[in-house]
């Protein structure tokens, strides 16, 4: 990775830009998102709608891979970016408003998801075009390094405001962020001019994704990317139901997990050792979850969450599979789909453990969804395998014909 560390990369003014608007992106959604699963804990008392306002964005992320997400690959992709960080910032503005129903509240919050799920599309297919091929792994495990720091820092930060300031205010805190992202990739990211014209719209849209996801062992992949994610999310869903007191400490110790796993495989390890320790990482997302179903010590409980943390790593070298199977025209496109289907399903996630933990016992719903975590990647192994033998043909093609 000699020339492409994070050093490296941060040294390029483009991509520092993408990367500072990631940043403050991110932060903002986890302010927002905390402030607003408070506002609706306090209001309603009930661990299904606290989790679905927490992570309900997620489905309107579906809507946005459904429909416009070739927006992603059109002429002039950093304009699209600035004009859907303004829409982001518009909608996490109005939620700072006192005395919004909360009808409204979560109708804002799928506005939001549908905006942010073709931002996703937009950034990363700029990303692959700012790096260079040999930088993209480099370049995709800081983002994932930066969206847990973000988080830990969040939800931390969050927790804290949380004793000084209302909601409200925190949700205003939060629009300032997406202001400041706003202006920072207009200031640094130029617009690009080498991809070819494509049509925007549903109808490129179904088309690329019929492409897509025409490949069995491609669904697998997508499938082994979205459900064992989703389905952890949903525990964490349930942290502020599960301990009210220490749902801050449980958040922030998933995402500080989460950020030592993609600092470790992302920076430390090559593509060869990152796709063998996949299936590993995908084990070890859900089975630390397990422990929570006996109720232990609130540090116990933390120490298994931030150990689960780590097999969120797991995500970034079934990325690089897709990326070597996707033509340079569509990856926008892919990978906003890829980032949406993830974030759709944790949505899902959530909703599934909000509905569960309506029926029994919080601690006994987050055991059932990291047990279902764990047999989805243990079924669908044998497909993810067969499509880590084609991209790795894929990439070995160019090398034979004196390629890159």
Known sequence: MTGHGYLALLRQREFAGLYAGFTLMAGAGTLSGFALG?????????????????YGSSFAAVLGALTLMSVADGERPRRTLVVLHLLALAA????????????????????????????????????????????????????????????????????ALLT???????????????????????????????????????RETWRGNVELLGRPGRRALLLNLWV???????????????????AGTLLAAGAAGMLAGDLLVGRLLDAARRARLAYGLRLLLAGPFLLLAAGPPVW???????????????????????????????????????????????????????????????????????????LVTVLSRPAVVREGRAAAAAVARPVRAGGA
């Open 300 to 374: 116990a409980a933390a120490s298994a969450v931030g150990v689960a943390g780590v097999g969120f790593a797991a995500t970034l070298p079934l990325q690089e599979r897709l990326l070597a199977l996707t033509p340079a025209d569509g990856r926008g496109q892919v990978q906003g789909v890829e980032s949406a289907g993830r974030i759709a399903w944790q949505g899902v996630g959530a909703a599934l453990a909000g509905a569960l933990a309506q029926l029994v016992e919080v601690r006994w719903a987050i055991g059932a969804l990291a047990a279902a975590s764990l």
């Open 92 to 159: 996490t503005s109005a939620q700072a408003v006192p005395g919004l129903p909360l009808a409204a509240r979560f109708a804002l919050l799928l506005a939001v998801g549908f905006v942010q799920s073709l931002g996703t599309g937009t950034r990363t297919g700029l990303l692959a075009e700012i790096v260079p091929p040999e930088g993209y792994a480099a370049a995709r495990s800081l983002m994932n390094v930066t969206a847990g720091g973000a988080a830990v820092l969040g939800f931390a930060l969050g927790g």
């Open 164 to 202: 000084v300031l209302s909601p409200y205010r925190l949700m205003a805190a939060a629009a300032g962020a997406t202001a400041l992202a706003t202006a920072v990739v207009a200031a640094t990211v130029r617009e690009r001019s080498v991809r070819p014209p494509r049509r925007a719209g549903l």
């Open 38 to 54: 408070v506002l609706v804990q306090a209001r309603t008392g009930s661990p299904f709608l606290t989790a679905v306002s927490m």
């Open 228 to 246: 064992p994610n989703g389905l952890v999310v949903g525990c964490e869903a349930l942290f502020l139901p599960y301990a009210p007191s220490a």
